[in-house]
């Protein structure tokens, strides 16, 4: 079975300071990871993605994130945070191996509040 | 591109009826899945169509139901509502593929909001 954990409900950044969304993972085969983005009453919005190679993936607005496989983690970063930034983030992971190769079924975290002061 | 549509977007039902919700991938996309969210449990996987076929399926009861049509529109259905089912329905689509292509990215619609009083 697959996991994904985002140990902060909410983390709070001012504007222009770096801000950090953690996750960590469980999948029993390769993992694919996900970032996904929610505004309220919006659906979600693909932030990036890690397959493979490069352990650090760029994304929209100007997002990244850090593949490490030896801690299971892939945190979502970003150098300055806006005010425009404040929204729901959620990491997810699908099982690019094994039994789960061909399905797209995410499994997700449960998201954790970003709210960057002004 | 139009993105994923998704109708009725708000929905109120009593205990004991029934709902059908639908969902219009992007224009191409072959893969269909839904996923519900409550604050209790998070996103949910329901389960994801693909060419007409149900190709997997989340822990889910049977009063939860899907399908998919020849233009990969979908469908779902809950019938016997209960309180729990009160949520926000996601559905998402993705290119999709027989095999190997699980990497790609979901583009998800703006949800059904289903209040069931």
């Not at chain 1, 694919?32 to 397959?51: A, C």
């Not at chain 1, 490490?68 to 997810?92: G, I």
């Not at chain 2, 139009?2 to 977007?9: F, H, K, L, N, S």
Request: proline share 5%; charged share 15%.
């Amino acid at each position: 079975a697959q996991s994904v954990a985002q140990p902060e409900d909410q983390v709070n950044v001012a504007e222009g300071n770096p801000l950090t969304v953690k996750c960590t993972y469980s999948v029993s085969g390769n993992p694919y990871l996900f970032w996904y983005v929610q505004y309220p009453n919006r659906g979600l919005q693909f932030l990036l993605k890690y397959i493979t190679g490069d352990n650090l993936v760029k994304g929209s607005y100007g997002f990244e994130a850090e593949f490490n496989k030896s801690q299971t983690s892939f945190h979502l970063k970003k150098p300055s945070a806006l005010v425009s930034d404040s929204a729901l983030y959620f990491c997810a992971v699908r099982d690019g191996g094994g039994s789960g190769a061909g399905s797209y079924q995410l499994t997700f975290g449960k998201g954790t509040k970003l709210s960057v002061i002004p | 591109k139009a993105g994923v549509t998704q109708t009725p977007r708000y929905l109120i039902k009593t205990r004991g009826q029934q709902v059908t919700l639908s969902c219009s991938p992007i224009s191409g996309h072959r893969s269909v899945s839904w996923y519900q969210q409550t604050p209790g449990q998070g996103l949910q996987f329901l389960f994801e169509y693909f060419s007409e076929t149900q190709r997997n399926k989340g822990n889910f009861p049977g009063r939860f139901s899907g399908r998919q049509f020849s233009n990969s529109r979908s469908e779902m259905n809950v019938s016997t509502l209960e309180l729990g089912d009160s949520a926000l329905y996601l559905c998402a689509s993705s290119l999709g593929a027989k095999t190997g292509d699980s990497y790609n990215e979901q583009f998800f619609g703006p949800g059904t909001r289903l209040t069931v009083l």
